[in-house]
């Protein structure tokens, strides 16, 4: 059973159009949304969440419309917003009472080892931490909710190098343990590289497509040439430079190399951020 469904949605603003998106995410996947501010993520999340109603088309969370009648599918989900709201009165000890009573599957071992490990200050008033401090206590807040499927918007933007390792490394752990989806919008390519499994890449509202990070990385290969490579497009060339080629099918470039007798130096894979830079159109200047 696909866990999530997203059929045919639209968002019309005034200055703004979303979609149309189709998606399915299936349990045991992190799935990253990537994309330039303004192409549409948080607004893609907020819909899942209905907290934006769609234009056109349909969500389902577990075979449920997320705008019907039926709500119950809320409690298999937990989400982790860019900015809290009504948070700032209460101290963490506060927001952990309430996030237990509302989480029928509330962890709080969970709960308590994020604390020690991220080192997340109780006592202390949501408004007098850090970002960064907001956003460990969010997390431990979040995870520890045990919910089915966690929606987490830019989560660890202000946090420190060290708090990231350990909330990749948590996070990897807790969805190896069970059937689980995790849905991360980030611009920190890092973070993606370590934690998605997929990877939903967005531009200007448009999905430019769903793609199995594994099989992303070995599609794009670099090509390296003694000398210019011909001026005639090479079968899988998506960009060159001087002396090389970029291709998102290794097999029948070479295979084309091969046959025309076209030596070339060495081959490389890309980093994760300079094929999403590859994916994601160039701005247009004046």
Avoid: C
Avoid at 6 to 31: C, R, Y
Avoid at 165 to 183: C, R, T
């Amino acid at each position: 059973m696909t866990w999530i469904e997203i059929k045919h949605v639209s968002k019309q603003m005034s200055n703004f159009i979303l979609g149309p998106i189709h998606l399915d995410i299936e349990p045991g996947t992190i799935a990253a949304f990537v994309g330039n501010n303004g192409s549409g993520k948080s607004t893609l999340l907020k819909m899942i969440m209905d907290f934006v109603h769609p234009t056109d088309g349909e969500i389902r969370i577990l075979g449920v419309p997320v705008q019907g009648d039926d709500e119950g599918w809320k409690k298999y989900v937990a989400y982790q917003a860019q900015t809290q709201i009504g948070y700032d009165p209460f101290t963490g000890k506060d927001l952990k009472s309430l996030f237990a009573q509302t989480y029928i599957r509330w962890d709080d071992e969970i709960f308590y080892e994020l604390i020690h490990l991220l080192e997340v200050n109780m006592d202390e008033k949501y408004s007098k931490l850090s970002p960064g401090e907001q956003q460990k206590l969010q997390i431990a807040l979040t995870i520890a909710t045990n919910a089915s499927i966690l929606i987490l918007d830019e989560p660890t933007s202000f946090m420190d190098m060290s708090s990231k390792n350990i909330f990749i490394d948590y996070l990897i752990d807790w969805v190896e343990k069970g059937e689980k989806i995790v849905i991360i919008s980030s611009h920190q390519v890092d973070e993606v590289r370590k934690l998605a499994d997929y990877i939903a890449v967005m531009h200007q509202g448009n999905l430019i497509g769903y793609f199995d990070k594994e099989e992303l990385t070995e599609r794009y290969q670099q090509f390296w040439f003694s000398s210019q490579p011909p001026e005639a497009p090479i079968p899988g060339e998506v960009a060159r430079g001087d002396l090389y080629i970029i291709t998102n099918n290794t097999h029948i470039t070479e295979a084309f190399l091969h046959r025309e007798s076209i030596p070339y130096m060495k081959k490389n894979t890309l980093e994760l951020a300079e094929i999403i830079a590859i994916l994601i159109p160039k701005e247009k200047t004046n």
